[in-house]
T-cell receptor, first 114, second 116 residues
Framework: AQSVTQLDSQVPVFEEAPVELRCNYS??????LFWYVQYPNQGLQLLLK??????LVKGINGFEAEFNKSQTSFHLRKPSVHISDTAEYFC????????????FGKGTSLLVTP | EAGVAQSPRYKIIEKRQSVAFWCNPI?????LYWYQQILGQGPKLLIQ????????DSQLPKDRFSAERLKGVDSTLKIQPAKLEDSAVYLC??????????????FGPGTRLTVT
C-alpha cells in the first residue's frame, strides 16, 4: 500500500516570490506521481505528472516538480507566483498494474498576497 | 472537447433522506471514478468503473451508497439514507482505458452535498 503526505497544510507567500510545496510518498513498489490544483468551487486540474524518465517534470502555469527516489519526495515549485495561483494543491500517487485510482494527500492551501 | 459533466452542483438534504448524483464522462473515456472529498481532506476513491463493470468498490459504504453505470457511459451515485458525515464534495473523473494517457484523470466540477 502507498501513502502520500503533504507536509504543509497552508503556505502563505507574497506575489512574485518563489514557492515550494512539499510532498512525500511511501511505497514498496514503483509509483506514478501527480500534482493537481483545485480552484474554489471547481474540480481538480492536472498540473504535471511523473511516470518515468527525467526526474524534473515541467507542467502548466510555470510549475515544475522533481522526483527524488532516495528521499521519496515529489516537491512542487514555482520561481515566481501570481495572485491567480491562490488555490488548493494536491499531490497524488498511483501504483501501476494495481488499478488506476489515485491516492491523494490532504492538500496544501497556497495563499498569494500582494 | 467537452469536459466531465456533473449535476447537481449543490444539494442540501436532511439526514435519513436519499440523494442521487449524475456524471457524464468525456466522450470515449471508458474508465469512470467517483471520489468523496471531505472538507480539509484530499479526495478518496469510492468506486471505479471500466465500461459498465466495477473495478474497485472496496471503499464504498455499501450499506448506504450505491452506484451504477448501466450503459458504460454516464453514471449515477446514490446515498440512501444520508448521514451527517456524508457532507462532502462528490467528484467524478474519467480517463482513457489504455495507453499512457490512461493515467490522466479528468475531473468534473463536483457536487457539494450538505446533510443537515
Amino acid at each position: 500500500a502507498q501513502s502520500v503526505t503533504q507536509l504543509d497544510s497552508q503556505v502563505p507567500v507574497f506575489e512574485e516570490a518563489p514557492v515550494e510545496l512539499r510532498c512525500n510518498y511511501s511505497s514498496s513498489v514503483s509509483v506514478y506521481l501527480f500534482w493537481y490544483v483545485q480552484y474554489p468551487n471547481q474540480g481538480l486540474q492536472l498540473l504535471l505528472k511523473y511516470l518515468s524518465g527525467s526526474t524534473l517534470v515541467k507542467g502548466i502555469n510555470g510549475f515544475e516538480a522533481e522526483f527524488n527516489k532516495s528521499q521519496t519526495s515529489f516537491h512542487l515549485r514555482k520561481p515566481s507566483v501570481h495572485i491567480s495561483d491562490t488555490a488548493e494543491y494536491f499531490c497524488a500517487a498511483l501504483t501501476p498494474n494495481s488499478g488506476y485510482a489515485l491516492n491523494f494527500g490532504k492538500g496544501t492551501s497556497l495563499l498569494v498576497t500582494p | 472537447e467537452a469536459g466531465v459533466a456533473q449535476s447537481p452542483r449543490y444539494k442540501i438534504i436532511e439526514k435519513r433522506q436519499s440523494v442521487a448524483f449524475w456524471c457524464n464522462p468525456i466522450s470515449g473515456h471508458a474508465t469512470l471514478y467517483w471520489y468523496q472529498q471531505i472538507l480539509g481532506q484530499g479526495p478518496k476513491l469510492l468506486i471505479q468503473f471500466q465500461n459498465n463493470g466495477v473495478v474497485d468498490d472496496s471503499q464504498l459504504p455499501k450499506d448506504r451508497f450505491s452506484a451504477e453505470r448501466l450503459k458504460g457511459v454516464d453514471s449515477t451515485l446514490k446515498i440512501q439514507p444520508a448521514k451527517l458525515e456524508d457532507s462532502a464534495v462528490y467528484l467524478c473523473a474519467s480517463s482513457l482505458a489504455s495507453g499512457q494517457r490512461s493515467y490522466e484523470q479528468y475531473f468534473g466540477p463536483g457536487t457539494r452535498l450538505t446533510v443537515t
